[in-house]
Each structure stands twice: as C-alpha cells, then as structure tokens.
C-alpha cells in the first residue's frame, strides 16, 4: 500500500481554510511526513493520523510555510510521551533552530531526536521494504524533493488456494512478503503455491517548491504519482518565474515528459480562492492529473 | 474602550479544537497582540482581526504553546507588504531565533521590527493614552505578566448638551479627549459644557504561566480585569505545583486578594475535554469569574 493524504494544500499565506504545506505518505504500515507547515499538528488531529506512527519527517526547504510547524509537532510528541526514535530529514540550518528552541524552553524531549542534514542527492533512508530518496529542485534557496519507492511489492495472495492448503488469514500479511508457511503438522507450504507474483513496487515522487526545471524530469521519471507545486495558472508565467514557482501547464509539462501515471497538484496561491481553473488548465497537457485536496487520500 | 478577545485558551497541547494562547487586545484604536501559540495567524483570520493595526506583540515567556505562530504571524504580515514597524516585547534568546528563521529563508522583512527584551519590571511602553508594564510571574523558565492601564480614562460626551452647542457627531471622539469645540463663527464650546468627567483608566493584567504565588497580587491589585491561568482543576494542586501552574480555587484566590473586580480564567489542560467545572470551581472562591473561551471579546 502506498498512499498519500494532502493535510496542507496552500503556499506561503493560509487562505480559505487551506493550510500551508504538509502531506502524509503511508507506505505499508509505515507513515512519513513530508513538510510541516502551521498547524499541521492540528491538521493531523483532525483527520485522526496515529502521529505516534510517525517516525520520519522530510523537510523540503527552509521556507516557513514547510516547517514552521515542526517544532510544535515534536514537542506535543514529547508532551504526549513519546519515547521511540524520530529521524528528521532536512537542511542543515534546521538543527539549530530546533536545538535553541528546546533550549529556551528549558525542554528535553523523552525520545531520540536523530538529525539527518540533506547534503547530495540520493537514498537517504533503506528498509527491507522500501527506499526513500531527495534529489534537488530549483528554489531561491536550497530546496529537495522526495522520491518514495516500494524495494517489492507485496506478493498476492490468493485466498482460495490459501484456504485449500489450510494458512490461516493472521499469516497473509507474511505470505505477501515471500515467506513460506509451515503448518502444525510440520508440513512446509510453499509461498509461491499460494501466491502470485505482484507488480513491481509503486513510487511516489514529492517536486516540493521549484523554478520550471526539466533536471527534475529525470529524478521523477516513471513514478507511479506525482506530485508537482502550481502556485500560479498560467497566465501568471512570468510571476511564477520571477519567484522560483510554477504554473500548472509547466508542472504538467514536467509530468508528461517524465511520463509519470498520475499527476496530483498543490501549493495554490492565496490569491485563488477556487481552484477548478488549476486542473482544466492542467488536464489540457497532462489528462491524469487531480488537485491536492485537504484531508484526501491519494492511493497509489 | 479596553477589551480582550481570546484567540487561544487551551495549555501545550491543541486539543478540542481549542488552540494555544494568544489574545488580542484592544484598547481604544489600538490592537496588542499577547502571546502568539502555533496557528494564531489563523485565528486571526477566523475572527476577522485586523492585522495590520496590531503594532505591539508581548511575548510571556519561551514555551512554544505561548510563542511558535509568532515566526509565521510575521512572515505572513510582511508577504501581505506590511511597511509599517512592528514592535516585540520579549524575553531575550527570541530575537536570535528569530533572525535565524529569517536568515536561513533568506527574507527580508518589508517593515522594521523592533525587539525589546524584556529585562526589568515597570513600564515598557507609554503612549498619551495608555501605558503598558510587564512584570514577573513564576514558571518553569523565566516568564512575565503585563498589565495594560488606560493613563487618562475618555471623558463622557452628552450628546443631548452636544446637540445644543451644535457640536456634530464626528468630533465626539475629540472631545471625549478633552477637546474644545471651535464652531464654523470661530465661537469655542469649552469641553467641560458637553462632556463629564469619567472615572479614572480601565487596566487588565495578564499574569502568563505561573504557580500560585501571592508575589503577583501586588502587580495586578485592584485592575478591573484579570486573567489568570487555570490549567487544572482543584483536586490536581500538587501536579500544578509541581509542574508550575493553578488551579481554579489557586487563580480565584490571587483575584480575591488582589481585589480585582473580574477574572478571566484560562490555559485549560487538554486532558479537560469540558469546561463547566473550571468556572465552578473558581467562582466558589471568586464569584465575578467567567471562563476565557476563544472567539470571545470581554468588555471592561
């Protein structure tokens, strides 16, 4: 399973109840947070997230409007009593920020808080499961994005011959990883006589705030969904240039010449109040395209 | 006219949909912001404050749920081309963080902050009509309280007598200042013929986080308005104590032996879901109580 749910859809300024930057990927039964905007603690409460799943947090940029809210999210963890580990995935200046203001607050967080400066482009985190990788965009300042892979998908079972060769429905979850069953009587039953090899793993890839670049078309090629920034329609070209954003024809033309399946759009200026104008314009290049909507789930 | 409109009445954690602290307060044609928790820019514009007339912020002390909306309150203010100065008042390490935030986003602010640390009790700002004065309240970490004091209360205009010596209704606000009339025949109305001596300045005094500490009675005796922080009910004293906070019957007490003619309670605990009990409670000590609830403007 790999899925993403949109809990800020806005740039810079909060505008018609849409909240700065923040989506949560689920990957399986892993959650990450990428980007962190005000208020994303209370968006994540709104929509019921089990933030106590959260155990890696991205952080695109060091614009306000992607991580202001980060710190408050940390120490209500803190307050909470969290106690496993979090790892926080961002630009280097980040780790001070965050280290002086617990510091001011006299606070110590009850769980390890494992800082990971984003420096080149590459895998930043490996699991049996899946991979996770920034590479980088073109903002005013240092910006990455995110590319979210399944290492292999889950195999599928078949319900049926599972039942015939008697494997209870608690080991299906195994089943789908490849592992054999081996029943009370000792017995072995083969993983492959009661699966089905599956697709290969699903990808996700997050373009964060970026300039018009086709650098980025390679990094994003292929992915099963993408998500691309379009703070301006397109006739305000020249605006989106002038501040290292996009238009929605340029994020579409980005998707069409990675050839990604699907294209979700987001970071909608506070100057539109509605947002039906962002997808005709962008549907126009790139037909498989649908608006980040708050408190959706995109399922991939 | 002094009033207070509560934007946030809830302690560190968000929850019920009750917000971090802030309030606005306004006092005559200004506005104070007090406090600044994460998504008070939102509640701003959720009670449709306008906040381009809030100059001054006070800052109680450096715990997150009372300072972490303030970074992105301002950085919204000057995308919004704010060029008018913006004065903080706050403990000191603020400043340096708040440089940094805005370093590492390489922005420059349209308009001038001026940031005052807080260093000593007395007065910190005095205007003609108003003056405001901070002093210290009893945390965990170095917190203050400030008092907000009307110098000269307006003088009231009799707009039966007004009507006589043909004074129009735009000047009222002139002459509650102690303003004489000049007519269009050069002919002077003294003051003194259509308006009536008020009684002295209204005050209000907010006294932040603290523990019980009977220190704070002198600061804010006799103020027609107090709030004073409530994060547990009575029956949980010694976890207030320990962790530097009151109880209901504790804020109830200050108020009593201060004299003060009406207390406003807040920074309720999110492990409160109701209210009721809080303003139970602390009437039985202090009967002219009300609850701070967000979204409400309390008029002294």
């Known amino acids: 399973m790999l899925a993403v749910t949109i809990l800020g859809n806005n740039s810079a300024l909060p505008a018609f109840d849409r909240h700065p930057t ?10 990450f947070l990428l980007d962190c905007g005000e208020g994303t603690q209370m968006q994540i409460a709104k929509y019921k997230i089990r933030r106590s799943k959260i155990n890696h947090i991205f952080i695109s940029h060091l614009h306000g409007d992607h991580y202001f809210g980060l710190i408050g999210l940390i120490t209500s963890m803190g307050l909470l009593g969290r106690v496993q580990p979090m790892h926080i995935y961002a630009p280097a200046p980040l780790k001070e920020m965050i280290s002086l203001q617990l510091k001011v607050a006299d606070t110590n967080l009850p769980f390890p808080l494992h800082f990971h400066p984003l420096q080149e482009e590459g895998v930043i985190v490996v699991d ?5 990788s920034c ?15 399944q290492i292999k998908a889950p195999r599928k079972v078949s319900p049926e011959r ?7 429905s608690s080991f299906f979850e195994r089943l789908k990883w490849g592992e054999d069953y081996i029943t009370k009587q000792g017995d072995i039953v083969k993983n492959e006589w009661v699966t089905d090899a599956s697709s290969k793993g699903k990808s996700y890839a997050y373009s964060a705030d970026t300039i018009y670049d086709e650098r980025i078309v390679d990094h994003v090629s292929g992915v099963d969904m993408l998500y691309h920034e379009t703070t301006y329609l397109k006739d305000l070209e020249e605006r989106a240039t002038k501040r290292f954003h996009c238009t929605t024809a340029q994020a579409a033309t980005i998707a069409k010449k990675a050839g990604v399946k699907k294209l979700i759009i987001g970071h909608f200026s506070s100057k539109y109040e509605t947002l039906d104008q962002f997808e005709t314009e962008a549907k126009e290049v790139f037909p498989n395209t649908e608006l ?8 991939i």
């Open 162 to 168: 599972a039942r015939e060769h008697e494997v209870p």
């Open 292 to 299: 980040a909507l708050e408190g959706v789930t995109y399922r």
């Open 128 to 132: 049996q499961k899946f991979e996770v």
């Open 135 to 149: 590479f980088r965009v073109y903002h005013r300042i240092e910006c990455w994005g995110f590319k979210f892979r």
């Open 22 to 31: 923040s989506q949560l990927i689920t990957m399986d039964e892993h959650l």
